[in-house]
């Protein structure tokens, strides 16, 4: 029986026992799969997200396209490009377990399928291992996209330590180096900031912001009833602070730029490159 997505939600559904591509052989999603467990430095997950959303293990790999989130114009564009296995940090199908029962008659859901199925593409999510990695492989990239090696704060891997740079100046840079059309800042914008935490990615609730040791906040995205609420309520109450709310995909975009790098230390027989998701939003007037 042919493997699919909906045989592969066990971590074990293949061996780590396996080695590279027989020489000659067709490299397979399979050997793909092997060998990113091989090489990602941690034990791998009984439950985990980090599973085939689409297409079948036995599938002969031409290319490889990390991205941040498979989108529909992501796949249309790897699919153009001859990479018909793309590796992303987010889900697929909307939901954060990829389930699809539910709009399995969705236009939007069928779409997209029929087209990954046309032109057998294989999707794997790669989130919960590529964190779990030693250094955390989002971490990683995004510090080497914003230049920041120099400003980690040797006390705090996840933090960064500036010179006292407004937080105006600070998020024009961010701005640029990460290309976000529609950055969104919580603070004065004369603030000094000399420590910075960032939650790339989603941040629940408000406690990150609740650090006393820090003058701003880089998150992802986060819901304004919760966090956004509580930053400006700090704010009023006379906290000198700040909350960058960069959008999902340009705070976790560099990690997997950063992955392509590092899938190329030990896949070679077929091509790997880094497509970047379109920011979903724009500005008007901007």
């Known amino acids: 029986m042919n493997p699919t997505r909906r045989d592969f939600f066990a971590a074990g559904a293949f061996a780590l026992a396996a080695g590279p591509a027989l020489q000659g052989a067709s490299l397979t999603a399979k050997d793909v799969l092997e060998r990113i467990q091989k090489n990602v430095g941690v034990p791998w997950r009984a439950e985990t997200v980090d599973t ?10 031409t290319g490889i396209a990390t991205t941040m989130m498979a989108t529909l114009d992501v796949c249309q564009r790897a699919a153009a490009a ?16 990829d389930k699809t029962d539910a709009i399995k008659d969705d236009p939007v859901y069928r779409f997209k399928q029929e087209f990954l199925d046309k032109n057998k593409m294989v999707v794997f999510r790669f989130h919960d291992h590529w964190h779990a ?3 955390d492989g989002i971490f990683t990239g995004m510090t080497e996209q914003l230049g920041w090696g120099k400003n980690v704060d040797p006390q705090n891997p996840r933090q960064f330590v500036f010179d006292g740079v407004s937080l105006s100046d600070l998020t024009g840079q961010i701005k640029a180096k990460l290309g976000v059309k529609a950055m969104r800042v919580v603070g004065d914008p004369k603030l000094p900031i000399r420590r910075v935490a960032a939650n790339w990615g ?5 406690r990150g912001f609740t650090r006393s040791n820090i003058d701003a906040l880089i998150v992802g995205e986060s819901r304004e009833w919760e966090m956004v609420e509580y930053a400006a309520d700090a704010i009023t109450s006379g906290q000198k602070k700040a ?8 705070s976790e975009q560099g990690g ?9 230390t030990f896949i070679k ?6 497509i970047a998701a379109a920011e979903p939003f724009w500005t008007p007037g901007a």
């Open 243 to 250: 909350l960058i709310i960069l959008g999902h995909i340009p």
């Open 133 to 135: 990695h030693q250094p």
């Open 202 to 206: 989603y941040a629940g609730g408000f």
């Open 269 to 274: 027989e077929v091509p790997t490159e880094f």
């Open 256 to 264: 997997m730029k950063y992955c392509a790098d590092w899938l190329r």
């Open 52 to 61: 085939i959303k689409s297409g079948s293990l036995d599938t002969p790999i």
């Open 82 to 97: 001859g990479r018909n296995f793309v590796i992303t940090h987010e889900p697929t199908f909307y939901a954060h377990e």
